[in-house]
């Protein structure tokens, strides 16, 4: 059940789950723009704060896919509230970025990401987690996110056994470039020298500190590019990495 959101990635893994020929049904908000479902999704409006509601909208389904963008990340404690009411068996909360360290739970969405699981898991809700990183979002603007993300929520969630997710933090690889070799890459594509910048780590904290202070969502990117540049992303990514097949 896949839950509407304006995120790329997000429209990509909504065609991706309804080409696996699965049931799919998609919740969305009154208002919503639906034009791009498939023909093949059932579509569902409703206000997520009505528990009722929620409660027969996810009659007969399996597994909650939570796809809404940064504003709406509050909004999965009223799923938290019905889905023990109902027969689902896996909530995958809307993620769609990485693990962050103490200055990164400082930035208010991921730590609302992150009362989300610790609510799922106090429920007693099974949870898969899935990591696609930031590099694309907050660095290189590549489609390969969105490519990547749904083409693994297709092998994850449509034809793997819900045993082996339950309960998983999953993390996908998307790029694993150095900067350098980006700016190499980028000189040799185009005949000209790529420009680059160098800051040092300190520099970068006292942007994002700023940031926080201002209560600036550029806070965000800041730390997404420091903790990419520096090699940290890689260590909070966890070691169950989800192998998408080659198509």
Known sequence: MPKRSRQTASSAIVHALASSGGPI???YRPGSDISTFPGNVSAVELDVSDEAAVVAALEDID???SLVGHE??????????A???????????SGLAARYDAQGLRIPV???????????QAAGI???????GNIAEFALATPTRAYVTAAAYASLFASTPLDQLKNRTLTLSELRPTGDEIA????ERHGTRTLSATKTIEAV??????????????????YCRKVWGAGLQTGMAGEDVWEVPVM
């Open 110 to 120: 991921n730590q609302v990401k992150k009362d989300v699981e610790l609510a799922t």
């Open 63 to 65: 597994i909650v896919i």
């Open 205 to 222: 904290d006292a942007q994002i500190e700023e940031f926080l202070r201002a209560g600036k969502p550029f806070a965000l990117a800041f």
């Open 25 to 27: 049904r998609a919740l």
């Open 126 to 132: 099974p949870m898969t987690i899935v990591l696609v």
């Open 184 to 187: 190499a890459a980028l000189t």
């Open 83 to 93: 889905i023990p009411k109902t027969s689902v068996r896996l909530f995958v909360p």
């Open 72 to 81: 709406g990340v509050p909004r999965q404690h009223h799923l938290i509230n």
